[in-house]
Structure formats: C-alpha cells, structure tokens
C-alpha cells in the first residue's frame, strides 16, 4: 500500500473514468450547463437579478458534482450499477449541505484569493473533497471542512498538485480559449450561451472527478481495507 498520495495514478484514474463514463458525464453536464448558461446569458444584467442565476448555477453545480461522486463510487469495482436517474436521486438527500458547503467554501477561497493569492490556495487545497465527504459519509457542512482537512492532511502538496496545479490550470485554459472563441464569432445569446455550455461540458467532469478520486484514494489512505481502483 502506498503512503502519499499517487499524483500520477490518481490523474490515470481520473482520466481513466472520464473516458469510459463519458456516455453518462459529457450528455449530463452538456444538459444540466446548457440550463446554466441560458438562465446566465437570458437574466436581466441588474443587481436585483444577479442572485437568480447565481443560485440556480450554484444548485446544478453541486447537483452535477454529487452526481459524479456516486458515479465514481458505483464504478470502483469495475462497472457501473446504477442509472444516471438513480445516481441523480441519491445526491437530493444530501442536496442541501452540498450547496451550504458549497457556497461557504466559495466565500472563503474567494476573499483568501482576493486578499492574498497564497490563502486562497491553501483553502482550495484542504478543502478539495468536501463534496465526496458530505454525498459518502453524509456529513453536516461544517463537519464536512474539518474532515476534509483531515484527509488532505501529509498528502497536501500531492492534492495542490492535482487539484490546483494541474486541473485548475487545465480548466483555465480551457475557459480562456472559449473567451477567445466567444470573441472571434458574432456577439449574440446564442454564441454566448454556447461557449458557456462547450466550457462547463468540458470542465466540469474532471473537476468533479479528480476530487471524487482524490478522495477515495485518500480514504484508502487512511482505511487500507479501501482498496483504489486501478
């Protein structure tokens, strides 16, 4: 059994899912981001209406994320068991603290990036399972920041790596070449709705599949009887 964390194995495996799981992650996110980016780009631009988009962005986020955190679950020995309705359906139990940490953790990387770069990575690095935590071992959304941290404890560089460096940096470059492609066509709805949508389809599995794997093979980690799978 391994003592750190594999940064090379958990990507392998991460990007191992993706692809053989991308019949059920790419439709699903392609639908769910597409709802996002339409109550985004239709939303009236006023202070008044800003908390209806961001509320509904926020609810099919963590919706998507919790989705991916049972998916991975379900196919660590394998195969996977469950339909998208049922992974759908086991996360709305657990709905309601996935979006409370959600939005705390948010608020708390945002002010430590805005303040000082170095907080806010720190916060995104010990804080990089809370999700996996809340949906597998239904955690309260405070509880879920302390155990998290305590999982990401003596493997926190490997976790930066993964989580900050190399997915964080993949996603904003993907983010950026929409921006670039958004600007090279005609400035409408559709084109905005559309490079919103191509982004977040893209992005959003592997965001939300690293930190599932991240977290399982933490788990491992910590319960050698939690085997990874390979």
């Known amino acids: 059994m391994e003592k750190k964390l594999s940064v090379g194995d ?3 495996e991460t990007f191992a899912i993706y692809r053989d799981q ?4 790419l439709p699903v996110a392609l639908g769910l981001f597409l ?8 939303t009236p631009e006023s202070f008044a209406f800003f908390i209806v988009p961001l509320i509904f962005s926020i609810l099919v986020g963590t919706l ?15 195969r996977r068991d469950n339909s998208v309705g049922a992974l759908m ?8 603290p996935l979006v409370g940490a959600g939005i705390l953790a948010g608020i708390g990387i945002g002010v430590g ?43 926190g560089w490997q976790v930066f790596t993964i989580v900050v460096l190399i997915v ?7 983010g950026f070449a929409g921006i670039l ?26 965001e939300a599949l690293v930190a599932s794997v991240v977290y399982f093979r933490l788990l491992a980690l910590e319960r050698p009887s939690v085997t990874p799978a390979q």
């Open 64 to 78: 998507y994320q919790g989705m991916v955190v049972r998916l991975v679950q379900d196919v660590r020995d394998g």
């Open 35 to 42: 709802l996002v980016a339409a109550v985004q780009a239709l």
């Open 113 to 155: 990036t805005v303040l000082l770069v170095v907080p806010g990575l720190y916060l995104m690095t010990i804080w990089a399972v809370i999700a996996p935590v809340i949906v597998v071992e239904n955690r309260e959304v405070l509880e879920s920041f302390g155990r998290s941290r305590e999982l990401v404890r003596d493997h």
């Open 181 to 206: 492609i958004a600007n090279q066509l005609a400035d409408s709805v559709v084109v905005e709705i559309g490079t919103r949508t191509l982004t977040s389809t893209i992005t959003a599995p592997v």
């Open 89 to 96: 359906r086991s996360v709305l139990p657990v709905l309601g």
């Open 22 to 25: 991308a019949a059920v992650l």
């Open 10 to 12: 958990t990507l392998k």
């Open 168 to 174: 964080g940096l993949i996603s904003l470059l993907i």
